[in-house]
């Protein structure tokens, strides 16, 4: 049994957002970068305790970005996941991603793939649909559980109002979300043992993007709260009627 | 030709796939061209009805299998319409199944994707589309370099605009390859509007103090006819279940009305809820964060001010 998680690098959820360059590039200063919480506290948590069950499952991390990644894959390797491999393309486009990971997840023939059901940077939420087209096998996306029972696994995912659960044979693709497993943090065994164990680099292999990031912005300031007084919540009524017209 | 998704649910059409209607109708207008939808599967809906949101044609691939969502058969197919009716630009909800579906249906067509999209797109030069990014903290305009587009539009972003058009029903003939996903259950909390599809919602924090507290909130989110969300704090204690928690690890919504009770506003609570229309905040510690990203505030202690405001409301209602 072999597991393949995708990892991600993303800039720590209290990071403060601005751009630089004209809008054009995130500001880096000061943000201090993790794994994306998705990548890390479900999918790659799952691969772990998939392997604590049996230990005979096999658990490869993979991650494209440059060497400014190192970091966080070594992280990733202190949790847990048997080796990784860096793929050296540094992009926002997610069909280059999906297409760096479809070579190494061919080449590996993986029984599953965990992605997070998003990104917290650019919540494209597509590089596990994108594997399934270029892989050509079965994904079930922003999945909340997941059983394994020989080739077969049974996979609860979230709908809208409710869930749904659903079987498939492996090789399967999942993104995983809350609820799949829950955070944990490193020890002191896990860091040393990270230290050793193997981190491949692999060159680029496409070049060629389909989409280009032009330009950022913000969204603009409130213009700043009408306060209501606690006694008078007829006026908060009446506010939300007229003025705002949302009841 | 702009060719619409239409997400189906039990037979049922999703309300985020007329919005999407709306969007694609608006786009074909922009373009010059028609926006046409496409219905995966049998559908309890007069499908003639999706001409109102602008849809001049309704494509339907009647195969009943169709009526179980399988993300690789359903981006086949999708990929297989849109060759056969030469669609040059493809528009999805940004909901559960269009999440799941658009990024392969790009792939298969060679085209660039945009997900999440938040206003139609610039067209005078070339093809620019607005998403939300950094979980609602800011947006990219992203080029699309391919001939064919996709975009997903994320939920609540366009509204659906609603005209007088009928909508002309067409069978659409694609092979549909065999599912090897088997559905063995599911489960759906009755009568309660899905989060992501709500238009009013009221949420509570860590200043309710504890789940028996939630009484006040359930009451309010009652007369108002409002689905009910928490912060992470809350759902992590239990206090509520998991699928209520709103913000950057939970999920993102962007309703008409949200009602923060007892939630101070964390940067990554704002970050999934900052695209509401209209923020009213209620909390009892004039330096909560959350007043800077609120429309209404109202300093007070929630025990009396949220019972105060149902009973303002349903005498609102009830025109005493």
Redesign the interface.
């Known amino acids: 049994m072999k597991i393949l998680v995708c990892i991600s690098k993303t ?1 720590d ?2 990071a403060k ?1 601005a ?1 630089v360059e004209g809008n054009t590039k995130f500001d880096e200063t000061g943000v201090q970068w993790i794994i994306n ?2 990548d890390e ?1 479900y999918s790659l948590v799952k691969a772990i305790e998939l392997k604590e069950k049996d230990p005979s499952v096999i658990i490869h991390l993979v991650t494209v970005g440059g060497a400014d990644t190192e970091p966080i894959i070594r992280k990733a390797l202190a949790l847990g996941g048997d080796e990784a491999i860096r793929i050296n393309n540094v992009t926002n486009d ?2 280059t991603v ?1 297409q760096e990971i479809s070579s190494i997840a061919k080449e590996g023939a993986y029984d599953l793939i965990f992605t997070g059901k ?1 990104t ?11 594997l ?3 892989l ?7 999945a ?1 559980k997941l059983d394994l029972n020989g080739n077969t696994i ?1 996979v609860t ?13 492996l090789p399967a693709i999942v993104s995983c979300q ?2 799949m497993a829950e955070q944990r943090i490193p020890n002191m065994r896990g860091i040393m043992a990270a230290r050793t164990k193997p981190l491949k680099v692999l060159e680029a292999t496409v070049t060629q ?11 603009p300031t ?1 213009s700043g ?7 008078n ?2 006026e ?6 007229e003025e ?1 017209k ?2 | 030709m702009v060719l619409i998704y239409i997400d189906q649910d039990n037979q049922e059409i999703k309300k985020a796939s007329l919005e999407a209607i709306s969007y694609g109708s608006a786009l074909a207008k922009q373009l010059g061209t028609s926006a046409e939808g496409l219905v995966l599967g049998t559908v309890h809906d007069d499908l003639t009805t999706l001409g109102k949101y602008g849809a001049s044609k309704v494509h339907q691939i009647n195969n009943a299998s169709l009526n179980h969502f399988d993300a690789r058969t359903n981006s086949n197919v999708i990929a297989e319409a849109a060759k056969k009716l030469g669609a040059t630009v493809l528009i999805f909800a940004h909901n559960i199944n269009g999440k799941a579906v658009a990024p392969a249906v790009s792939v298969k067509l060679n085209a660039g994707i945009v997900t999440g999209a938040c206003q139609l797109p610039n067209t005078d030069t070339g093809f620019v589309v607005t998403k939300t990014v950094f979980s609602g903290k800011a947006f990219a305009s992203i080029q699309i370099e391919t001939p064919i587009k996709v975009i997903s539009i994320n939920q609540n972003s366009f509204g659906e605009v609603v005209g007088d058009g009928v909508a002309v029903i067409e069978n659409l003939a694609i092979d549909v390859p065999t599912s090897t996903l088997k559905i063995t259950s599911v489960n759906k909390i009755e009568g309660e509007i899905p989060l992501t599809e709500a238009s009013l919602v009221v949420s509570g924090g860590r200043g309710l103090k504890g789940p028996e507290n939630w009484g006040i909130l359930l009451d309010l989110a009652k007369a108002l006819g409002a689905s009910t969300a928490c912060s992470r704090p809350v759902s992590d204690s239990d206090w509520r279940p998991h699928h209520e928690h709103v913000g950057q690890t939970g999920i993102q919504i962007a309703p008409n009305l949200y009602i923060a009770i007892g939630i101070s506003g964390a940067i990554q609570h704002l970050a999934g809820v900052n695209r509401s229309k209209t923020i009213v905040v209620i909390n009892k510690d004039p330096e909560a964060p959350f007043f800077k990203a609120a429309d209404y505030g109202v300093i007070g202690d929630a025990f009396d001010v949220v019972p105060a405001l149902t009973a303002s409301i349903l005498k609102a209602k009830h025109g005493a």
């Open positions: 800039p959820t209290t957002i751009f919480p998705y506290w997610s069909l999906a998003e917290i940077d650019y919540n494209s939420a597509s590089i596990g649909s994108m399934c087209a270029l050509d096998i079965n994904f079930i996306s922003a909340t049974s995912r979230e709908i809208e109002g409710g869930e749904e659960i659903s079987e498939t044979n809350k609820g993007a389909t989409t280009n990031i032009k330009q950022f912005s913000l969204p409130k709260v009408k306060l209501v007084d606690p006694a919540m007829d908060l009524v009446r506010l939300l009627k705002a949302v009841i």
